[in-house]
Structure formats: structure tokens, C-alpha cells
């Protein structure tokens, strides 16, 4: 289930849990699958693994026991299916996919996958619908600047890296009204990375 900062259990909650630089990017410039962090910006990740600590450990085994179900975009799909990226799963394992595409692909990709043509909206509900309760994780910059000014997103929850990348992939786009929110966790800060969350008032 997915819990509150009291530990009561929610329902199907949409989250949104990134790492970004100080200056907003999620990826550095020129990302590819080839280079799927972008130019200097591969420490972005580095509290994942060879600088986690007990904290950053921690706040990722959470991530993964909460997540249900995964909306991306058809770019984080391209960059990272399949051999040298997520292997025969997506980014939590064998946790359900919805890629949100224009084009559902011809050659066939592990079960794990959905394509949704529908748009991030029917791509958000269908995960929701797999998710048995657990969080839907929006994945990647795109479907949030699509999913946020939906009202589609419940909760924002970054990882900041003391970086400054300079360009590359923002997390938020423009938008036309702004966005109150809520901290909903206070920052926890280790050496690799200051852990910082917010819920979305509507």
C-alpha cells in the first residue's frame, strides 16, 4: 500500500519522483540512448547506488514497495527498454508500464508493457486500474508537464542534486496558472542528494 506521512494507507495515489539538478534538469544536454543522462549529468543518479547511503537506500526501497504501476513517455521508453537499459522489465522491475505514444510499435516488447495512443489522461487510469491500490510513477519530464496542468498529479517528489547542469531536459514546463503545494516531507539531506516532497493542492 502506499502511506502517508502518518502511515495511513492511501489509494492509487500519482507521483511524480525524480532527481533533478539545482537548476531543474532532469537529464544534462544531448541525451540519447546512447547517452541517457545527457552530457555531465551522469551524478544525477549516484544516490542510487555507489554513493547511497543507509538514508537514500531507504527512500528508494520505498519508491519501489509503493509503486503499483508506471506512466512514461514514448522518449524514456526508446532510451531505455531492452538490452544495456532495463533489460526484459521497465525502470521497477516487472511493475506494469503504460507508455504514452502516437504510434504503438510493430515488433513486440515484453508483457510488461502497455502502449496507450490515448493520451497521458487514459494512460494515467489504466495504471491506475493495474496499480492495486499502490502509487502510479509518472516517469520522465514529459508526461508530468502533460499530466500536472491535468490536475492529474497528487504528489511531486525530488531528489536535488548539488549540480548545476546548465540545460538539457527541465522537469517543469510553463504553465498557465500557477501550482500551491504542501510539503509533505521535510528535506533529508546526504551527501549525494537533499530529499524533498510535496503534495499537489487542488
Given amino acids: 500500500m502506499v502511506f502517508d506521512t502518518e502511515r495511513k494507507p492511501l489509494m492509487a495515489l500519482v507521483i511524480c519522483d525524480m ?11 544531448n ?26 537506500r531507504a527512500i528508494l526501497d520505498g519508491v519501489i514497495d509503493d509503486t503499483g504501476a508506471v506512466v512514461m513517455g514514448r522518449k524514456s521508453f526508446d532510451k531505455n527498454e531492452g538490452e544495456g537499459g532495463w533489460g526484459e522489465g521497465g525502470p521497477v522491475g516487472d511493475t506494469p508500464c503504460f507508455v ?11 508483457p510488461v508493457y502497455t502502449f496507450v495512443t490515448g493520451g497521458v489522461a487514459s494512460a494515467i487510469e489504466q495504471a491506475k486500474n493495474a496499480a492495486g491500490g499502490k502509487a502510479v510513477l509518472l516517469h520522465g519530464a514529459t508526461v508530468m508537464q502533460q499530466a500536472l496542468p491535468l490536475g492529474l498529479v497528487d504528489e511531486i517528489r525530488v531528489h536535488v542534486i548539488p549540480v ?30 537533499t530529499h524533498i516532497g510535496f503534495r499537489v493542492i487542488r
Fill in 100 to 110: 504514452v505514444t502516437h504510434n504503438t510499435p510493430a515488433k513486440p516488447y515484453p
Fill in 19 to 29: 532527481s533533478i539538478s539545482l537548476d531543474g534538469y532532469v537529464t544534462g544536454p
Fill in 164 to 193: 548545476l547542469v546548465g540545460g538539457g531536459t527541465p522537469l517543469f514546463g510553463r504553465l498557465d496558472s500557477p501550482v500551491t503545494l504542501e510539503r509533505t516531507r521535510a528535506p533529508l539531506v546526504t551527501p549525494a542528494a
Fill in 31 to 56: 541525451d540519447s540512448r546512447e547517452n541517457p543522462f545527457g552530457d555531465g549529468a551522469g551524478m544525477l543518479h549516484d544516490w542510487m547506488s555507489g554513493a547511497a547511503t543507509d538514508d537514500d
